[in-house]
């Protein structure tokens, strides 16, 4: 999701490290992706404030990606752990998306297709994937911004030719998805945060 070079490794506590890198590429709005550890059902008591503490991040988040092995024939445990440990921080209410990683691991085609109906029917928006396939990423990334997207708003903007100095203003506050230009100045399709979209069409007096 990042193009990061991180390390990836079949090994208990590989990834503790908490790592953050902005979604590739690029996106409007800008988006933050930190990786958080694994959970552990029964987790030694010693380790449990360690880890409650790192875990807390989720409550500052606005997306999370609970993230379980389709291949596993008890991802419904690893589900219910971790939507217990959330639940105890007071993170349950903030927006998830399922990511069921790993069905290329279930065996032959017909086996994957199988799992995936299963999960589909217990999880209907849920994302069933391989992070080796490139395509399933893609298809993961536009899930994230469809979520972050899903209160912008959409609006048109005229920019007279005398004023284009406030063209970087637009392309820095929102995304410009078309323009299109006539004797008198250019016309921006623009997408974002409501009460941004409202301030440029305020300032940009005559917008239609």
Known sequence: LTGSDVLVEDKLFA????????????????????????????????LVASFKSTLEEALDAALLLHVIDASDPGFERQ?????????????????????FNKIDHVGDAAAQAAREAELRALYPECIVMSARRADDVATLREAILAAFRQDEVEAELFLPWSDQQQRGTIFASCEVLDERADENGAFLRVRGERDTVAALREKFAGTP
């Open 15 to 46: 990834t503790l490290d908490t790592t953050v890198r902005a979604l590739q590429p690029e996106s409007r709005p800008r988006v933050l992706v930190s990786d958080t550890v694994g959970f552990i059902k029964n987790l030694p008591h010693g």
């Open 79 to 99: 589900r219910a752990v971790t939507d217990k440990v959330l639940a105890e921080i007071g993170a349950q209410d903030v927006p998830r998306i399922r990511v």
